[in-house]
């Protein structure tokens, strides 16, 4: 698991401080479902938010969201608090989140599946607390069993690495089967993005890594199909609704 300290350095704290804040820094598939998802008055959880930059991605998108966002780094909440006194910031670790089933129109998290090996304990829970939408990234590839998982060097500055995390990449089939048997079953499930060169910081031979951005959309105790739309996905999926 990654622990607090891993992205609590000087230089991962400014990172965050001086980056991912505005829709300007946002990769292409990033911008694909978020502006249509976002409502005005929409409470919008976020896993992972370092310094609170999506708080301001989303304003701009959407100027009236209720934000919260969560991050196992006492040191970025802090910053995080400070930044935007407006929104809301709690320290957590994403197993367990200390929200009410239903209580979010949509939860998001982004740069955090690719380096935490448990990603399904905590898109079970984000999936718990939203009454909507649960919007992720997550590294694909096909038929590689069910993770790989080597490592990911922090380093934000040329001189030195600051500490190491998982680097986690998933099955595609195994992800999407995961998603389908979510309790209750996802209305839907949605996909976009691409295959992309691997970050210079992961240590791994594969070259290429499908960048996958996943939307579900939380059904309802009735039960009915799931509508799953991954075409968009330059990736064959042969999972099978149960
Ligand atoms: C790579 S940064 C991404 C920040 C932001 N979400 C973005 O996309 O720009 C990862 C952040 O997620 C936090 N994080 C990693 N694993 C977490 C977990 N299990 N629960 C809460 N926060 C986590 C880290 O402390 C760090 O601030």
């Given at each position: 698991m990654t622990t607090g300290k891993q992205w609590s350095s000087q230089s991962a704290i400014d990172y965050y401080a001086q980056h991912r804040h505005e829709v300007a820094d946002l990769y292409p598939s990033e911008t694909v479902f978020l502006p249509r998802i976002l409502f005005p008055g929409a409470k919008v959880l976020d896993v992972g938010c370092a310094s609170g930059g999506f708080f301001n991605i989303m304003r701009s998108y959407e100027p009236a969201v209720e934000y919260t966002g969560i991050d196992l780094s006492a040191t970025a909440v802090e910053m995080a608090r400070a930044r935007y006194p407006e929104a809301t910031f709690v320290l957590n670790e994403g197993f367990t989140l200390p929200f009410e089933d239903n209580t979010f129109d949509l939860v998001h998290c982004t740069s955090v599946f690719n380096n935490e090996p448990n990603y399904q304990a905590i898109l079970k829970e984000m999936y718990r607390v939203s009454n909507r939408f649960a919007l992720a990234d997550i590294r694909l590839l096909k038929g590689i069993g069910n993770q790989l998982s080597t490592t990911y060097n922090i380093q934000f500055e040329a001189d030195g690495i600051e500490d190491t995390v998982p680097y986690v990449v998933n099955d595609a089939d195994d992800v999407v089967n995961f998603i389908l048997q979510l309790d209750p079953k996802p209305k839907a499930l949605r996909g976009t993005g691409y295959f992309h060169t691997v970050a210079k910081e992961a240590e791994t031979?594969?070259?290429?890594?499908?960048?996958t951005i996943l939307l579900l959309e939380k059904g309802n105790a009735t039960g009915g199909q799931t509508v799953v739309d991954?075409?968009?996905?330059p990736i064959e999926f042969s999972a099978i609704q149960s």
């Open positions: 031979t594969d070259s290429e890594i499908c960048m991954l075409g968009d996905l």
